[in-house]
């Protein structure tokens, strides 16, 4: 078996990792490390969760600890999506830099420009940067990027859903062409291939496992849910969370709940907040100080409940996560390889439950021919709720309108509990049919005020 200190590492780099508590260097670590020693270019397959990070910041650390910074000139650059990542590797940069004297800077939205600069002034031996952070400095005169030794591209493929590859090869090419380049990316779409082809010398490619084929670890389950009227499917969805939430009881020790629009995090948290869980959301549009103290919450276990976007939850590294529910299947299937990913780390069990509604089938087929397997079906938790066969109103037909609060109220014994979720009979309609709007009334007139502002 191969060890850390076969790899080629400095001693005080192999003192860190030995304080870091690990033993022995993972396949990317393993594949990565020997290559960017001896300056080559690598091109790392890898997703978050195989420790690619320590993959790039362990030979950096090796290799820039010889060596000075000049003034606003950094030696090396790893160019990050997102401003969590960023700061993950920044953190990862303390943790093995710790016996070695190397300065950094991050550069990343929501940290002030005036902080940085001063330290970029100095000289630094790391900058840490998100593209346009970095791009916005380096227009403003701050910056000279001609100094650049080493670079890293991290997460390559996010780079490009989130739509920053000019920015990326406008970087490339303001740094010098005898520069060593590092680039990492958990899939090799046909645009990140050209950009390797176009920017990477003759690379050692190192590819890890998938963790969809590797993550036997992880209990899948998906509970098909149909609403029991058009209306009512976000309120009835966010029931079915809770209860799903619920019948894992005290296994569910910390989640992951994924959405696939950042107005659903903020929904889903508040209405989970409401209902007594302990939940707070993450996504893009929240300022940073916000992001950060909730996902340090997170970490050390205050917060029970993390729901996120895609985008937001990419590369955030937390340790052990129990569960990870989808409150919405994922339209790429990929992403259902990412989310799941985020339970059952490192032979840890894990449990990932999705909720798939009937407009989410074909998604749902997607995701089952890419993982090979068929997700097995779990009951749905809500009793109330429609069962998935029933067959939905359309659009066309008159739908029976949600009574709010000044509408006549029907006597008790009109609804019996078990007719719950049924479809509303012709002359249920017709009782409830409001005054002037003939069968033809649109559907936000039916929901009721409460309905209407997420619960
Ligand atoms: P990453 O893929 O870089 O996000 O790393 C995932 C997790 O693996 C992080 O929590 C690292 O601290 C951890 N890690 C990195 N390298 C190792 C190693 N050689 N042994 C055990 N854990 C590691």
Redesign the pocket.
């Given at each position: 078996m191969t060890e850390?200190s076969d790899l080629g590492l400095a001693p005080k780099v192999l003192r860190a990792?030995s304080d870091?508590?690990?033993?022995?260097?993972?396949p990317?670590?393993e594949g990565a490390i020997p290559p960017a020693l001896e300056g080559r270019d690598v091109l790392g397959i890898?997703?978050?969760?195989?420790?690619?990070?320590?993959?790039f910041v362990l030979p950096m650390v090796t290799m820039l600890a010889r060596g000075r910074a000049r003034a606003r000139m950094p030696r090396s650059l790893v160019l990050c999506p997102t401003r969590e990542l960023a700061a993950?590797v920044a953190e990862?940069f303390d943790t093995y830099s710790q016996h070695v004297k190397l300065t950094k800077a991050l550069l990343i939205g929501g940290v002030s420009f005036k902080e940085q600069d001063i330290l970029i002034d100095k000289g630094v031996d790391v900058l840490i940067a998100t593209p346009g952070r970095l791009l916005d400095h380096f227009e403003r005169g701050k910056l000279l990027l001609t100094g650049v030794q080493i670079m890293v591209v991290d997460e390559a493929d996010r780079m490009l859903d989130m739509g920053f590859i000019p920015d990326i090869e406008r970087i490339f090419s303001l740094t010098p062409f005898t520069r060593q380049t590092l680039f990492f990316s958990a899939t090799m779409a046909p645009e990140i291939e050209r950009i390797t082809n176009t920017f990477l010398s003759n690379p050692a490619r190192i590819e890890v496992a998938r963790q969809a084929t590797a993550s036997e670890t992880i209990e899948q389950a998906v509970v098909m849910f149909r609403a029991s009227r058009r209306d009512r499917l976000a309120k009835e969805k966010r029931e079915v969370l809770r209860a799903v939430i619920e019948a894992e009881g005290d296994a569910c020790t910390n989640a992951i709940i994924f959405c696939n629009r950042k107005v659903d995090v903020d929904i889903v948290a508040k209405s989970l907040k409401k209902h007594g869980f302990n939940a707070e959301a993450i996504h893009g549009d929240l300022d940073q100080s916000q992001r950060t103290r909730t996902l340090e919450a997170f970490r050390e276990n205050r917060l029970r409940l993390l729901v996120a976007s895609d985008v937001a939850a990419r590369?955030l590294?937390i340790?052990s996560v129990s569960h990870v529910f989808n409150y919405d299947v994922p339209s790429h299937s990929e992403d259902y390889v990412h989310r799941i990913g985020r339970t059952g780390?490192?032979g840890r069990e894990g449990k990932a439950v999705m909720i798939c509604a009937p407009a989410d089938e074909k998604n749902l087929d997607a995701i089952e021919k890419l993982i090979g397997k068929d997700i097995p079906r779990a009951e749905n938790p809500v009793k109330a709720a429609a069962p998935a066969t029933a067959p939905h109103p359309s659009a066309e037909e008159p739908q029976k309108p949600a009574r709010s609060r000044g509408s006549r109220r029907r006597s008790a014994d009109a609804k019996p509990d078990r007719d719950r979720g049924r479809e509303p009979r012709r002359d249920d309609r017709r009782e409830d049919a409001v005054i002037g709007m003939g069968d033809h009334m649109p559907n936000f007139l039916a929901m009721s005020f409460a309905e209407r502002r997420a619960s």
């Open positions: 850390f990792v870091a508590g690990y033993t022995t260097p993972t990317i670590q890898a997703q978050t969760g195989t420790g690619k990070t320590a993959g993950q990862n590369g590294d340790p780390r490192a």
